[in-house]
């Protein structure tokens, strides 16, 4: 074969390459922002379906609600991220919020009031933690145990009934006070993710997390105190949780008994999808905020539109399946 015919064998293999390239590039770009790309569209949709869905009020009431949401999504991300799961942030989240309302019925302000429910989360954590690590109890075992657990302590505080009186008036200003045009909450849980962001990525203690995620044996033989860090993780997802409940009991301003594990769905939902946005392959903050407000503005295009109670858990369960079946892919293509 002469040079001449190398050279336009070459050139051949070249033109032949560079579409296949393009293509895998906008694969790769399309799969790694698709929920973004998916959240526009479903804006653009309702937006020309629906005058009221772009108007100010309904999105500050879409924001406000998914401030909660946010809390317990973080908190699930945390345990998640060391390879466990915690399926108690639902009840604990609804026992919490009980727990202030109940206390405040009791007399007691803010200063008693918060701090009781953010040191009971972490509480509840620390024992998620020590029955996952110190008894090597599967974590979904422990904490569906830990979760029923809370569910019956919400039902005694509650005495079947809905507390409404007493709620500390700062804990109200919290829940529905604004600030800029967006609810003080919104704020607060704009904060909370940049700090959450930060920790994560940017501190050796967050990158310790990650690698006991991504495989704990090795951790552990570079030296990490793998089993301390999971049982903080657990504590930190209680705190996250236990502030997602004064966000509710201030929005409610009352306690229901039922209240807390609607929202088990929706967090792991927002925390399985944010595994194919922002950092592929990795639970990660930003990811699971943007697929919290995709599942909210999906949900509230559709109630605008009049679509019945009974259209919510169909849509948060199928997010659910999508989000995993997303999750496990883009997994696979970080290993390969």
Not at 179 to 207: D, K
């Amino acid at each position: 074969m002469t040079r001449q015919d190398v050279s336009t064998a070459s050139a051949l293999d070249a033109r032949v390459q560079l579409p296949s390239r393009f293509r895998r590039a906008i694969v790769h770009l399309f799969s790694r922002y698709a929920t973004v790309v998916l959240l526009f569209l479903l804006i653009l949709v309702f937006s020309l379906i629906s005058s009221r869905f772009l108007s100010i009020r309904n999105w500050q009431n879409l924001l406000v609600v998914q401030a909660v949401v946010c809390c317990t999504a973080f908190g699930a991300i945390m345990p998640l991220v060391v390879g466990e799961f915690d399926l108690s942030i639902g009840n604990m989240l609804g026992f919490l919020t009980m727990l202030g309302a109940f206390l405040g019925g009791q007399g007691y302000g803010a200063g008693v009031v918060i701090p009781a429910m953010l040191l009971g989360g972490v509480a509840v954590g620390i024992i998620n933690g020590v029955l996952t690590v110190g008894f090597q109890i599967s974590s979904f075992i422990a904490t569906l145990g830990t979760g029923i657990l809370l569910t019956g302590i919400t039902l005694g505080l509650s005495g079947g009934q809905v507390l409404f009186d007493g709620i500390p008036p700062t804990i109200l200003a919290i829940g529905q006070g604004h600030f800029l045009g967006l609810g003080i909450t919104v704020w607060l849980t704009a904060l909370m993710a940049v700090v959450l962001l930060y920790v994560l990525e940017q501190t050796p203690f967050g990158r310790k997390l990650y690698a006991i995620g991504g495989s704990e044996r090795v951790a552990f033989l570079a030296g990490i105190r793998t089993g301390l860090l999971k049982i903080v993780a657990f504590a930190i997802a209680g705190f996250l949780v236990g502030i997602g409940a004064v966000f509710a009991l201030g929005q409610n301003g009352a306690a229901n008994a039922g209240f807390g594990p609607d929202l088990l769905l929706p967090a792991y939902a927002a925390a399985f999808l944010g595994v194919t946005t922002y950092r592929p392959g990795y639970y990660n903050i930003p990811g699971a905020v943007i697929a919290i407000i995709l599942m909210a503005v999906g949900f509230n295009g559709l109630n605008l539109l009049g679509a019945p109670f009974w259209v919510q858990p169909i849509f948060n369960g199928g997010v659910l399946i999508i989000a995993v079946i997303c999750a496990r892919a883009e997994s696979r293509h970080v290993k390969k």
